[in-house]
């Protein structure tokens, strides 16, 4: 039984159990108030009653001094009584009223008259109820024991509990139902939370872009209820900036595999078509023999510098144990003095001015990979601007970083394309042919490169001009 109400305590809502338990708790304070108070008042009637009977026995003992009992007849439903003590005998003097029962007034008398001092006592007699005995001795060996009925002072206590009884109850059951819609009314943040929280459950979340527009408003509920309101607030902005980062890396990877798949599909079309030439031509002449494998040649080094830049990136990303850079100490300002060397050989119609800075700029890198980075750049400068154009490369040092950067006067980056300028595969101009316009692969390898050594990469730039902008930390690790 206890236990299957425990369980339908359980079951029910906060706001019920704590009004529940403010009722258990005001029940128990009121049951000691009760009691106390009761306790009190009953004390104060009988005090009251011994204190009248007091004064009545100095009457008596008068009375009884001068008549050797006491002709005075007492209070309506009092009794009085003389007796002579002596030894361990008490003996009734008469006339007397007594009760028919009056053992209880004689082991007064006994033991008033070896106390020797006046004494109190509440007794029941039998057919009489309830009966407050006083003795007090009158000379030595006599003693007046007087009882009074006590009818009134229970009757007194009896309706003093009753109204108690009443009005605790009341007040219990008001408190019970307006504290239930006080405490309604203060839970009711945590129950547009629970709101909440069903509504974001209810929310399909496999969607690629799903975004949870619910949040718990409000004042209500003190600093508390705010505090937990605002966490719940940031847990939500949280889950929605997470699912936000979802979203776009899902979409980013679609369309990675979408412009992947389209990359290495068309030189692998052009290895197909070139083999099946090749296999028709094998009886032609060997000009043109050896054209069709040339063409093959370039196609399968086309994909392997594809699937070079893809490894790369896919190694970069995975931030491997051994990440794959070679460190080692060397000179930045000779790596663009190479670079630039090569971009003259290569492009002769862009001119290229070298502001190498400082003589010699030593740092903690992969040679390799920062020339690679400088081919991109340079390559882009080269490949995105007609012929003519003017290219520059600036190398500064600080204290703790050093600046690289390449700039042309080319037609510059639109403004709607330069937050995607580094994400791959992504071209400024669609249309542009892959022979001329490359993979789409540099400026991620690139960025990514430079991230790998601690360094940040920026684009910058007026319109009518672009300036990459790389900064790689004095000091790398």
């Known amino acids: 039984m206890i236990r299957r109400w425990w369980r339908a305590y359980r079951g029910l809502r906060l706001g019920t159990r704590l009004a529940l338990g403010l009722g258990v708790l005001s029940l128990a304070v009121f049951a000691v108030v009760g009691t106390a108070l009761t306790a009190y008042m009953r004390d104060y009637l009988e005090r009251q009653l011994a204190d009248q009977m007091k004064l009545v026995q100095a009457v008596q003992s008068k009375d009884a001094a001068a008549h050797g009992t006491v002709r005075r007849k007492p209070y309506y439903g009092w009794y009085t009584a003389v007796y002579d003590v002596s030894g361990g005998s008490a003996d009734l003097r008469t006339p007397a009223e007594v009760p028919a029962d009056s053992r209880a007034l004689t082991d007064l008398a006994r033991t008033t008259a070896r106390a020797e001092e006046d004494l109190t006592r509440t007794v029941r007699i039998d057919g009489h109820g309830p009966y407050l005995l006083r003795a007090c001795e009158v000379e030595p060996g006599v003693v007046l024991v007087s009882a ?77 209820v705010a505090e937990l309101r605002t966490a ?31 990359e290495l599909r068309t030189p692998l079309m052009s290895v197909r078509g070139y083999a099946d030439l090749f296999r028709y031509a094998a009886a032609n002449e060997p000009g043109e023999r050896e054209r069709h494998l040339a063409r093959l040649r370039a196609e399968a080094a086309r994909m392997g510098v594809l699937l070079d830049d893809l490894l790369l990136l896919a190694r970069l990303d995975a931030a491997e144990v051994e990440a794959p850079l070679r460190w080692e100490e060397a000179d930045l300002a000779e790596l663009v003095r190479q670079a630039a060397d090569a971009f003259r050989a290569g492009h002769p119609d862009h001119p290229l001015t070298v502001t190498a800075g400082p003589a010699a700029v030593k740092l903690r890198m992969d040679p390799q990979r920062i020339r690679q980075v400088l081919d991109n750049l340079l390559t882009n400068a080269a490949v995105h601007t007609p012929p003519g154009t003017k290219v520059s490369v600036t190398v500064s040092a600080a204290d703790d970083s050093v600046t690289m950067a390449v700039a042309d006067t080319g037609p510059g980056v639109p403004t709607a394309d330069r937050e995607r300028i580094f994400d791959r595969f992504y071209r400024v101009d669609k249309a542009r042919s892959r022979d001329r316009g490359g993979s789409g692969l540099g400026l991620s390898v690139a960025g990514s490169l430079v991230r790998a050594h601690g360094g940040r990469i920026s684009l910058g730039g007026e319109p009518g001009t672009t300036v990459f902008t790389v900064t790689l930390p004095a000091a790398a690790d």
Not at 232 to 247: G, K, P, Q, Y
Not at 251 to 261: C, G, I, K, N, P
């Open 148 to 224: 009074a009925p006590m009818g009134d002072v229970e009757d007194t206590v009896d309706r003093l509990i009753a109204v108690q009884a009443v009005v605790f109850g009341l007040a219990l059951l008001a408190l019970v139902l307006f504290g239930r819609r006080m405490l309604r009314r203060g839970l009711k943040p945590l129950s547009d939370m629970a709101g909440t929280a069903h509504g974001i459950a209810s929310h399909d979340l496999s969607e690629s872009a799903a975004r949870l527009p619910l949040r718990v408003d409000g004042r209500d509920g003190g600093r508390e």
């Open 232 to 262: 719940f607030n940031t847990m939500l902005e949280h889950i929605d900036a997470s699912l936000a980062v979802r979203a776009e890396s899902e979409q980013r990877l679609r369309r990675f595999v979408a412009d992947a798949s389209h």
